[in-house]
């Protein structure tokens, strides 16, 4: 007994001559929240419309705890789907529309009466009832769109961007409660969002897609510490993504040049095996060195002018220009704003080579 | 400036208003008249002509007029319904050039109409279809295209997302049919009926060639009234037609007043 509820397998979808997804294989376990990301038009809704069923795969099998789901149609696949703009029915009350999966099943009544008395708790919306959708806030709706979707208990939850309507405060608030109804439920959520913010937050396990194909799959910190392309370097979080040219093995380290050879750098890394292309730094692995500070002897040392002060509110985001052909982002606290130098000054900064990362593409 | 613009919009929408009221007035008036003669004289009005209306003489085209009207708004419901839901929702193939041919009748004169219908059934020897089977046949063909047309539009504004969302919950075809595009679309059909009711119970063009002679409908009783007498029994009969359609508007609106919920109604 396997406990993948679902499975793709080398799927592929075309429509005419333009291929959107491209040969995706993947497994989601029983329970886990899956959030398949990546920008718009990397093919992340068309997957998701063919696990729902409301596209066909043009190649491979989509299966349901081991089932094949090509010839079953969405009304037959007990799949629950949370719509972006919730697609609620507007002449049904909160109550009908939270027990319309139950009523189209045939369920009795005391069954549908409970169930959806059960969600509305769920969602905190027990006193909505006999409202009507026009009668309630984006996230009230948002919430009944929830509850509608997992009152027939689905074996599997599928939810497309549902928080991009919300304003940020709401959107982080849903972000906390949806992942506690999913663990409280157990229930599988495959996740589609853009927000790469939103995917970090809430997945156990975070699908990159890029391209109609697989970019990198992983867990979040997995995903945001080791990035395996510089796209996916550059979607998840920050990074300084600099071109490297003239790489030497002296191990344990490889020692690379950045900026078109005006800069040479140092990273832990073994030796790579393939070519490698690029090099990536997070920005909050940039440390500022203050003009009292020795240099530590392990770490790379750059000195540069600082160019630009961008503030983030709890961060600092400082622009260092290290030579015409090198620039390079960090990102400090708040708190050490007071000891920045002026725009122009000359700053000296320090990376340790564990915090370089190399990547072929 | 703004005051003048202010006092020509109020002077230009009460003109307009008292062109389209006024005619109605003077029948309001006429109907009360104690004398043959139209009179405004208030203090001496009488509902006396009123009591005309219940004798046989306009109750049976009163009735005859109704029957016909309800079947036509009836089949030409259903039949409107069946097509927008084929050629809009589903769009069938040919399904533009089907829509044509259901408007068509629009731009035919009803006259023509009239008489083609007439020779028709006097060519395959089907006079005896005259009267109300012939007049409920052409009342339909000559409401279909305006009932069509009103639940084609409702259909096309429908939002498909509404039946992903039913169907993935488990919906079938037709219990998302049944319990979401037709509550949906309801105000656009109960308003191509209640067109349907009215474009039949006032017909004269195509009615005069249709009725049998001494059983016709109301507006075409009228018309023959009137050639020998102007009285205020007639004014009667048009005060009391007149009430009855708003009445038949009101409950139809009744009947679908649920679209305020749906597309409008409070935050």
Redesign the interface.
């Known amino acids: 007994m396997s406990n993948i509820d679902i499975e793709l397998v080398s799927v592929s979808k075309s429509f005419g001559h333009v291929s959107v997804v491209k040969d995706i294989n993947l497994q989601i376990p029983k329970g886990e929240f899956v959030s398949i990301l990546g920008p718009s038009g990397c093919g992340k809704t068309t997957t998701l419309n063919m696990i729902?069923?409301?596209n066909a795969p043009s190649l491979g099998d989509i299966r349901i705890r081991g089932r094949s789901q090509v010839h079953v149609?969405?009304?037959?696949?007990?799949?629950?789907?949370v719509?972006q703009?919730y697609?609620?029915?507007?002449?049904m009350t909160v109550a009908e529309n939270i027990g319309?999966?139950l009523r189209?099943?045939g369920a009795s009544r005391s069954e549908i009466g409970t169930a959806v008395r059960d969600a509305l708790r769920g969602v905190h919306l027990e006193a909505f009832a006999s409202r009507?959708p026009?009668?309630l806030s984006g996230g009230q709706q948002q919430r009944v769109a929830l509850a509608?979707?997992i009152a027939?208990r689905p074996s599997v939850l599928l939810l497309d961007e549902p928080l991009s309507n919300l304003d940020l405060k709401l959107r982080e608030a849903m972000r906390v409660e949806l992942k506690e109804i999913q663990e409280a439920l157990g229930m599988t959520f495959v996740y589609v969002t853009h927000d790469q913010e939103e995917a970090m937050a809430m997945s156990d396990r975070i699908v990159v897609m890029w391209q109609g194909a697989i970019a990198q799959e992983g867990a979040p910190a997995d995903i945001y510490s080791r990035p395996q392309t510089s796209f996916v370097a550059d979607f998840i979080g920050r990074s300084n993504i600099l071109p490297i040219s003239d790489l030497v093995s002296h191990p344990p380290h490889l020692d690379f040049a950045v900026g078109g050879g005006a800069v040479r750098l140092r990273s832990a890394e073994s030796w790579p095996g393939q070519d490698m292309r690029f090099c990536c730094i997070r920005p909050e692995n940039v440390r500022l060195l203050q003009d009292s500070e020795a240099a530590p002897e392990a770490l790379n040392l750059l000195t540069g002018r600082l160019r630009r002060i961008v503030n983030l509110g709890a961060q600092v985001e400082l622009l260092v220009e290290v030579d015409p052909n090198l620039a390079v982002t960090a990102v400090v606290r708040s708190t050490l704003a007071g000891k920045l130098p002026m725009v122009g000054e000359s700053i000296r900064l320090a990376i340790a080579p564990e915090d370089v990362q190399l990547l072929a593409r | 400036m703004n005051r003048i613009t202010g006092i020509l919009f109020w002077l230009a929408l009460i003109a307009v208003l008292a062109f389209i009221t006024l005619p109605i007035i003077v029948v309001v008036a006429a109907s009360l008249s104690p004398t043959s003669s139209v009179t405004f004289d208030p203090s001496q009005w009488t509902l006396g002509w009123y009591t005309d209306l219940a004798s046989p003489r306009w109750l049976d085209p009163f009735l005859l007029s109704v029957q016909v009207a309800a079947t036509v708004a009836a089949i030409s419901g259903i039949l409107g319904m069946l097509a927008a839901y084929a050629l809009v929702y589903e769009r069938i193939p040919g399904s533009d050039a089907i829509m044509s041919f259901l408007l068509s009748p629009l731009s035919v004169p009803q006259i023509v109409k009239g008489v083609a219908i007439v020779l028709f059934l006097s060519q395959v020897g089907l006079q005896g279809l005259l009267g109300m089977p012939a007049l409920i046949a052409a009342h339909v063909v000559l409401a279909l295209p305006f009932v069509t047309r009103m639940v084609a539009t409702s259909m096309a504004n429908f939002d498909r997302g509404l039946d992903r969302a039913a169907r993935i919950l488990g919906a079938s075809k037709l219990q998302r049919l049944v319990h979401v595009l037709l509550p949906m679309v309801k105000p656009g059909v109960l308003s191509g009926v209640t067109f349907a009711f009215i474009i039949s119970f006032n017909n004269i063009p195509l009615s005069v060639f249709l009725v049998r002679p001494g059983d016709t409908t109301l507006p075409i009783t009228v018309i023959n009234y009137l050639e020998y007498s102007l009285d205020p029994v007639m004014a009667a009969v048009n005060v009391a037609s007149m009430i009855f359609i708003l009445a038949a508007i009101f409950t139809f609106e009744k009947i679908g007043g649920f679209s305020a919920q749906i597309h409008g109604g409070s935050k």
């Open positions: 729902a069923g409301f149609p969405p009304e037959r696949r007990n799949i629950g789907l719509f703009n697609a609620l029915f507007p002449h319309f999966g189209m099943r009507y026009k009668e509608r979707a027939p």
